[in-house]
C-alpha cells in the first residue's frame, strides 16, 4: 500500500482553540503535493465515517476565526462562548433605555396636545 487514508478523531469536550490549533497544524504539515497524492487533501474524506465537528467544517469554509487567531485561549474562549448573551443583554438593556425615552416623549406629547385644546 502506498497511502492510506488516515481519519483524525478528537474526544467531544476538546477546546475549540486546541481543534483549530491542531487543524492549522495539519493544513501546514499536508500543505505540499506528494507524489501520491495533491497539495492540502487532508482535508478531502470521500466517505467520512465519523461526523465532523462544527469547528472544522467552520475551519474548511473560512479558515481559523478572528477571536481564536488574536486573542489569547481563555479570552478567546470567553468571548466565543458568552459573545450571544452579552449582546443579547445589551440590546434588552437599549430597548428598555429607548423604551423609557419613548414613554415621556408621549407623556410630553399629551400634554402639550391637552394644553393646545385649552387655549
Not at 25 to 32: D, F, L
Amino acid at each position: 500500500m502506498l497511502a492510506g487514508t488516515v481519519d483524525v478523531a478528537v474526544r467531544g469536550g476538546l477546546h475549540p482553540y486546541i481543534v483549530y490549533a491542531l487543524l492549522e497544524v495539519m493544513q501546514v504539515v499536508h500543505r505540499g503535493a506528494t507524489l501520491v497524492s495533491p497539495a492540502g487533501t487532508f482535508r478531502r474524506s470521500p466517505a467520512p465515517t465519523c461526523r465532523c465537528i462544527r469547528w472544522c467544517t467552520s475551519f474548511y469554509l473560512s479558515g481559523t476565526p478572528w477571536i481564536y487567531a488574536s486573542l489569547p485561549p481563555m479570552i478567546a474562549s470567553f468571548v466565543d462562548r458568552y459573545l450571544v448573551v452579552a449582546l443579547g443583554i445589551f440590546v434588552l438593556a437599549e430597548l428598555y433605555r429607548f423604551s423609557r425615552y419613548l414613554a415621556e416623549l408621549g407623556v410630553a406629547a399629551f400634554a402639550w396636545r391637552r394644553r393646545d385644546k385649552e387655549t
